[in-house]
C-alpha cells in the first residue's frame, strides 16, 4: 500500500509542533493548531484509530518535534541469539523498548533485557543506528530511530515479563515468526555478522 499520505501527515505535524513551540504571533499560532488538526484528520481517515486516540498519541506532544528512539539489545550465546515472545502479536523480538528519559541508551537496555528477559546484562558495543522509513517495517505514525547494543549475560536466568511471554535462543537458520514492527528478518541477520565478524564497522541508517 502506498503510504506516501502518512509521511506528509508526519511531516505536517513536526510543522506544526514546532510551529507551536515557537511561535508567539497569535495568528500564526491558530495557523499551526490548524495545520495540526490536518494531521490528525489525514490518519483518521487512511486508519481505523479514532480521532481521539489519534490526537492523544500522534498529536499531544510539545516541544521541538523529533524522532523517537528504540533501544534493542542484541545477545549472543553458543551462536543464538536471544530473542522474547512479545504479548501483544505473539511474535519474537529483540529485548527492547522505548528510551527512557534520564536514561542512556546502554542503561535502557540493560534494564529493558532484565524486564523481558529475567538475565542482567554488560552493554559492549552498539552496532547500528538504523531509521526504521528505510526498513521493511510497517506503517507506523513516528519517526524511529532504532539502536541495536551488543551485550553479554553476566547473570540472571529466562524468565518472562509484563509484555512477553516466552524467552528463548535461535539460530540464524532457525528463526521464529519476528515481530515485524520491532525487528526484521534482515535486521536480526544482520546481527550475526557481527558476530562472524567482530571487525564490523557500526551501521548507519
Not at 4 to 13: P, V
Not at 36 to 57: F, H, K, M, P, W
Request: charged share 25%; proline share 5%.
Amino acid at each position: 500500500m502506498d503510504t506516501k499520505w502518512l509521511e506528509w501527515a508526519k511531516q505536517i505535524q513536526a510543522i506544526s509542533q514546532i510551529g507551536l513551540t515557537y511561535s508567539k504571533d497569535p495568528y500564526d499560532l491558530e495557523r499551526y493548531e490548524a495545520l495540526r488538526e490536518l494531521s490528525v484528520d489525514i490518519l483518521a481517515n487512511y486508519t481505523t484509530a479514532g480521532r481521539e486516540q489519534i490526537s492523544l498519541t500522534f498529536a499531544s506532544e510539545t516541544g521541538y518535534a523529533t524522532p523517537k528512539v528504540d533501544i534493542r539489545a542484541v545477545i549472543f550465546e553458543k551462536d543464538q541469539v536471544l530473542l522474547v515472545r512479545e504479548k501483544i502479536d505473539g511474535a519474537w523480538s529483540l529485548p527492547g523498548g522505548w528510551a527512557d528519559i534520564g536514561y542512556s541508551p546502554s542503561e535502557v537496555a540493560v534494564k529493558e533485557v532484565k524486564e523481558e528477559s529475567g538475565y542482567d546484562v554488560k552493554p559492549m558495543r552498539l552496532l547500528a543506528v538504523l531509521d526504521k522509513k528505510f526498513h521493511q517495517h510497517p506503517p507506523e505514525p513516528y519517526h524511529v530511530y532504532k539502536m541495536f547494543i551488543q551485550c553479554k549475560i553476566i547473570g540472571g536466568e529466562a524468565i518472562s515479563g509484563l509484555e512477553t511471554s516466552e524467552v528463548a535462543f535461535f539460530g540464524r537458520d532457525r528463526l521464529p515468526e519476528l515481530s515485524a514492527e520491532r525487528n526484521t528478518a534482515a535486521q536480526i541477520q544482520t546481527m550475526f555478522e557481527f558476530l562472524h565478524n567482530p571487525a564490523k564497522e557500526t551501521l548507519l541508517d
